[in-house]
């Protein structure tokens, strides 16, 4: 994980150093059209010297005033000591501490994700085990039909057309189309702000949701489906227990495995998922929007330190689920054997 991660951030801090249009271009840009409206001045004087434009000495104090004054090396030593602190410093563009820019976005990627969590396992868990049973039949061909439908649209896609058709684009003006909550949402009463709530998350969830259907229902389908067929499940049947027993008893502990190990990875990975577009779409002010943000406007500090906070994440998710193996299925360890 360790060599990872640092692969991870060297990477992206080299391809930092060789994109166009850097924090102090894109600052000396801003001073130059500033100056040549007369209006940015320093110390009295202007700092914009006409057709020639800032002069050196003041270029090496906008470097300075962002570390890159330095070598790289020492740049990338410097902040990733930093970071393994967890001190991320503060936004170029917002000027605001990294963390608590984060932490301002996460209710938006919180929501986003943790609904979209809960509704895909509650729904594609059973859906799935129900067309495993019934594998072949009408309902299996149908459902598999309308998921598979699902999964090859695109996400934005449907909740454009979610918006044309319930957001008052065409047709209906049944749900909201902008925030988490409305703008009265403080005025409201306990009940009323949780219903408020729900009501603005109908269309990004299921915009968000719909295409992760299809995989996570195939997927159980599939593992049931082996499972179902296999010698133990003949020999159950044949001495008389029922086919709930044998389903539930027998085949469930063991055709959850590749299901349930992914669930705690799922689970905290869900609490910071982002997504630009549904973010965009539904004027949503979330983690997606933040990061498609700070590239445009290389904003380095947010960019490179979420990198690292999620790296982290996805990380720990995937030693949890790696460890999930081993706590659900007592026949798989790490351990070599001779």
């Not at 996460?106 to 895909?120: A, D, H, K, T």
């Amino acid at each position: 994980m360790i060599p990872t991660l640092f692969g991870v951030m060297f990477i992206t801090f080299v391809i930092t150093q060789f994109v166009p249009g850097g924090p102090v271009e894109k600052l000396i840009a801003t001073i130059e059209g500033q100056g040549a409206g007369g209006e940015a001045v320093s110390g009295g004087s202007s700092i914009y010297q006409g057709k020639q434009g800032l002069d050196e000495e003041r270029v090496a104090q906008l470097k300075e005033m962002y570390g890159f004054n330095k070598p790289p090396l020492e740049q990338f030593l410097s902040m990733m000591g930093s970071y393994l602190v967890f001190d991320f410093g503060d936004s170029y563009y917002h000027h605001r501490k990294v963390v608590d820019l984060v932490i301002s976005k996460l209710p938006v990627s919180m929501s986003l994700g943790l609904w979209s969590f809960l509704i895909v396992y509650s729904v594609c868990i059973p859906l799935g085990i129900r067309k495993a049973i019934y594998d072949g039949s009408r309902f299996d061909i149908f459902t598999s039909t309308v998921i598979l439908i699902g999964y090859a649209i695109p996400g934005f896609v449907l909740g454009i057309v979610l918006i044309v058709l319930f957001g008052g684009g065409s047709f209906w003006s049944i749900f909201p189309l902008r925030g988490l909550v409305s703008d009265n949402w403080s005025q409201l009463g306990v009940l009323d702000k949780v219903l408020d709530y729900l009501w603005h998350m109908v269309l990004p969830i299921t915009a968000s949701i719909v295409s992760s259907l299809a995989v996570m229902t195939l997927l159980t389908k599939n593992s049931f489906l082996e499972e179902i067929r296999k010698q133990y499940v003949m020999t159950a049947r044949a001495k008389g227990l029922s086919d709930n027993q044998v389903l539930y008893k027998h085949v469930f502990r063991n055709a959850i495995i590749p299901i349930i190990t992914g669930f705690p990875g799922s689970f905290i990975t869900a609490f910071f998922t982002g997504s630009l577009l549904i973010e965009t779409i539904f004027s949503l002010d979330g983690m997606g929007l933040l990061a498609y943000e700070s590239v445009l406007n290389r904003d380095y500090p947010v960019v490179l330190g979420t990198l690292y906070f999620f790296t982290i994440i996805g990380l720990l998710s995937r030693l949890l689920s790696d460890l999930s193996y081993v706590w659900v299925d007592p026949k798989i360890t790490f351990e070599s054997k001779s």
